[in-house]
């Protein structure tokens, strides 16, 4: 758990990006040239509910996603921060409500159909497969292979996850080591790479990506999530307990109370104490 | 090694962890690239030697029996440790990838007993050979679709599905056979083919194995075995299709018990409903458990199956060359599986150090 006086340092380093490579990736030299302006809406969700037998996770939501904005998403456990995002991302479908991508309506079917229309998830358990090494975890169910041929193409996926590593700064020292035996820094820092090397991606979804990190690697990870947020192509979402970091790194914050979005902001006219107040107010012992 | 709990699979950050990790970057300041390698070199060797001591040991035995029997570096006795191994090979192949998904199938070893009674069902009803074969194998894989429909349909673990089947499929040889042997097919290119000529029987294992251990190791299914093995719901959210591996895999091991078992009639000469059974299918789990194989799920090698099998091949057939009790047998097979497990733990321990 990082303190407080931790993340002030690692925020205060966060305009000193020059530290780290200034290209972060591979997939930022193939430019998706259709993409549109930014601050355009590339997603948005209207009116969606969702129940687990008596429980309603999710009653009212609306919330709009914009090219080049990273968003801030806060909210108490239980407030349906993660069902939020996995129905974003096709994991989990709504029951009632309408989910816009690109200006159309659309009914994410599965992760696979999200992924295909370029929605990342960077899940809360990560998602990462301990037995196998890095790089498949990196290529994990979009492994490639020797086409007609059905083989794994290693060397190829070794050599791939060893530049999307480096380029973005991530210090992993054999990408052939297997997950299981990293630390949890390093195994977030793995989840966060592999959402962010996809090459369509549109919109980048992280379910509390910062929660095992250490200041100086949460540092990082926020540095690479402001330098993509640069180009101006990518709508991310950020789950985060830590509103420090919300508040430096996002330019708008959306709270999350009782299945529904209570606020909606731009970070630069919130503060830290302000979204501490709002969140524990309800939960005040002394009056 | 008190404080080191070598079963914890799940890293956690301690601190404990780091310094060794801060030595293995230190000695390499001026080569960074090649210590790396050196390294991948090591942590490479030591997966590697899982099913290299594996292999070890099996030699180390033969030397033993070698010594001590008379007869063991026979021809004829290679012939008979091959007809003891080959059946549970292919049976634990097919256990292999289920075991690597995180299931089991307790019922291969009745699928294995019930295949030849389906082809005799089938050529008493004047099919040919061939196609009852082919009939026969497809009934194989229903039941294993129907153990992997009911354990993803309605979430029951596979242990208690495959439980029940292996009784139900146990009572339908009894059934199909009136609980007497029949002769198996006896001329026939086909009859040679499957199980007849003298090797017939262990080619087609070790053809088994090597197509098995390619799409274990080498396909996206096969990495979307060990993936849902290791973390199911990790799996789900990546977008593998959970539920369809686990059901191919279960076809599979249900397929490949029933082929064996139809190889093992051929070869015998009669189709018995006393063969196979539970005895087989404990075999299996066996060699695959003691060549590498995670019960849990989420690694394993067909290829250290097949050494297990070996291992447990040369083991009966010494036991009996050297006149000791075969009853004794089962004594060192409890020991071996424990010991198997233990060393796997050991070299999983060597390997996390290895790799840091």
């Keep these: ?287 | 090694m008190s404080g080191n709990t070598p079963a914890s699979t799940s890293p956690s950050p301690s601190p404990a962890s780091s310094p060794p990790a801060a030595e293995a970057a230190a000695p390499s300041p001026s080569g960074p690239g090649r210590g790396r390698g050196l390294a991948a070199a090591v942590g490479r060797g030591l997966i590697r030697r899982r099913e290299l001591s594996i292999f070890v040991v099996c030699v180390a035995a033969a030397i033993y029996f070698a010594v001590t029997g008379s007869g063991f570096t026979t021809g004829e006795n290679y012939h008979t440790i091959a007809q003891y191994v080959a059946p549970w090979i292919i049976v634990a192949a097919g256990e292999v990838m289920l075991l690597v998904c995180g299931q089991i199938d307790l019922s291969a070893g009745f699928v294995f007993t019930l295949a030849p009674f389906l082809v005799t069902t089938f050529t008493g009803d004047g099919l040919p050979l061939f196609p009852a074969v082919v009939c026969g194998l497809l009934l194989c894989a229903a039941i294993g679709l129907v153990n992997g429909l009911i354990h993803t349909l309605f979430n029951l673990a596979s242990f208690i599905v495959t439980l029940g089947m292996a009784f139900f499929l146990e009572g339908m040889s009894l059934i199909a056979s009136n609980a007497q042997p029949v002769s198996a097919p006896a001329s026939g290119w086909l009859v040679s083919v499957l199980g007849k000529s003298r090797w017939s029987e262990l080619i087609w294992a070790l053809v088994i194995v090597a197509v098995m251990q390619v799409v274990l190791s080498s396909t996206r299914f096969g990495i979307g075995t060990q993936a849902v093995g290791s973390n199911p719901v990790g799996a789900a959210e990546s977008g593998i299709r959970t539920n369809r591996i686990k059901n191919v895999n279960f076809v599979v091991a249900s397929t490949l018990a029933g082929f064996g078992g139809i190889l093992d009639g051929i070869r015998v000469g009669s189709f018995d409903p006393t063969n196979g059974g539970n005895e087989t299918m404990f075999l299996a789990v066996a060699s695959a458990v003691i060549g590498g194989t995670a019960l849990l799920g989420g690694s394993g090698t067909v290829v250290g199956a097949l050494l297990g099998a070996l291992l447990l091949g040369i083991v009966y057939d010494g036991f009996n060359l050297t006149g000791v009790n075969a009853n004794a047998f089962d004594v060192v097979l409890g020991i071996a599986i424990v010991a198997a497990m233990l060393l796997n733990v050991y070299l999983s321990v060597l390997r996390k150090r290895a790799s840091r």
Aim: with cysteine; aromatic share 4%; hydrophobic share 40%.
């Design chain 1, 1 to 287: 758990m990082t303190s407080p006086d931790d993340v002030d340092g690692a925020g205060g380093a966060g305009s000193g990006g020059a530290a780290v490579p200034a290209q972060a990736g591979p997939r930022e030299s193939a430019a998706p040239g259709k993409a549109g302006a930014p601050g355009d809406v590339v997603m948005s969700v209207e009116h969606i509910s969702k129940r687990f037998g008596p429980v309603h996770a999710l009653r009212d939501i609306n919330m709009t996603l914009r090219r080049g904005e990273i968003l801030g998403l806060i909210g108490d456990n239980g407030a349906g921060k993660s069902t939020l995002i996995k129905i974003l991302t096709g994991y989990h479908q709504p029951d009632s409500g309408v989910i816009r991508f690109d200006g159309r309506e659309t009914q994410l079917r599965s992760v696979v159909h999200a992924r295909a229309l370029g929605i990342e998830t960077v899940f809360q358990d990560l998602a990462m497969v301990n037995d196998l090494p890095v790089y498949l975890n990196l290529f994990l169910n979009r492994e490639l292979t020797y086409r007609p041929l059905p083989f794994l193409r290693r060397a190829e996926m070794r050599r791939r996850s060893r530049e999307a590593l480096d380029a973005i700064g991530i210090s992993i020292p054999n990408v052939s080591a297997e997950v299981g035996q990293l630390s949890g820094g390093q195994r977030q820092a793995i989840a966060v790479a592999r959402s962010v090397y996809a090459e369509n991606a549109k919109v980048l979804l992280l379910d509390e990506p910062l929660a095992a990190m250490g200041a100086k690697e949460a540092g990082h990870i926020l540095r690479l999530l402001r330098r993509l947020k640069e180009r101006g192509d990518l709508a991310i979402v950020l789950i985060a307990h830590n509103y420090a970091q919300v508040v430096d790194v996002c330019d708008r914050v959306n709270l999350l109370q009782h299945g529904e979005i209570t606020f909606d902001r731009p970070s630069r006219e919130t503060s830290v104490a302000e979204l501490l107040e709002l969140v524990h107010a309800e939960y005040r012992v002394k009056a």
